[in-house]
């Protein structure tokens, strides 16, 4: 009976469970030679089975959810933690979003012509996924790599390795300078990733879309995933929590007689807001040619009522 492989990865560690008849094997190997086996296994179709398996299983029963970083001051303390070859691994994954296996394969010439002159986009075979992927490449990039190996246009790896596994030694060093940094939170340099996400949710908070092209971004099948994996739901738990804390602090001390505090801001769709203008508009025209009061506020009390019902997360007030 032909084998069937289902992976589940933790960056290059893959764990490849071998299902024959009704007997499963688990064995522990990295993403280069569990392709080889499945080469050797089966045909394409099954190891097109297998990487889609590897998105769906992507976590070891009990293991620590790591963290992005929560701080900016966090990201700088590891930073100078680092020597200047892991920088750019650390920066890398930052800045652009990728997987630490990833990075560990980038090339000088990802970022630099053949005459030496800076490279706009780079192109990443996802290891994990198999995906091609092309990246803008942001100025800060280049600061990093030029602070290490100035004046270096080869072909060669950027990380270059003795061993099958590149990134053994980036992440001990990692994990020796988040320590030194005295961070006290879970991180590893997957953190890396997740930052990304996380910082550019924050940067823009406005933006209605965010989340779709974080989705996108990471190649998730729905903005839930997205929205755990970044840690806006651990974030959000976290305030939960210190809100029900600041409250109940309050009930304790004898103090429960208030009221809670109204919603101050209603966030619209960019359309549905455009609307509302567009019938303030018409209503104002039509209210000055009456030059009623009544019907000023009857239009001002019709105008906030499509606001709250247009309002994004009122289904949840």
Known sequence: MKKVWYLRAKDD??????IKETKTTVVLETADG?????????????????VEANKRFTKSKGATEVCPFWELEDIKKVSD???????????????LGRRVSDIMDLKWSDFY??????????????????????????????????????????????????????TSGYRKAFTKAAKDAG???P?????????????SRRL???DVNSMQILQKFFNHSNTNITSRYIGLDAEAERRYIEDMNTLMERVDSGETDFALDNRP??????????????????????ANADADAEIHLENMNKLYKLAEEKAIGQDIM
């Open 81 to 95: 933690g680092l020597s200047e070859k892991y920088q750019v691994a650390f920066w890398a994954g930052i800045l």
């Open 13 to 18: 560690i893959v764990e490849a469970i071998v």
């Open 204 to 206: 823009h908070p406005q």
């Open 34 to 50: 569990i392709q080889k086996k499945l080469a050797k296994a089966s045909a394409h179709e099954t190891y097109e089975k297998a």
């Open 265 to 286: 801001v209603i966030s619209l769709h960019s359309d549905d807001l455009r609307q509302l203008l567009s019938d303030a508009c018409l209503m104002g025209q039509k």
């Open 187 to 199: 991180v590893s340099t997957h953190s890396c990733r997740k930052t990304f996400g996380l910082w």
């Open 113 to 166: 012509k053949p005459d030496g002159t800076r490279k706009t986009y780079l192109t990443i075979i996802e290891q994990k996924t198999g995906k091609n992927t092309n990246l803008f490449i942001p100025q800060m990039m280049f600061k990093y790599l030029e602070n290490w190996r100035p004046q270096c246009n080869s072909d060669e790896d950027i990380f270059p390795s003795r061993g099958s596994d590149k």
């Open 183 to 185: 961070i006290q939170y």
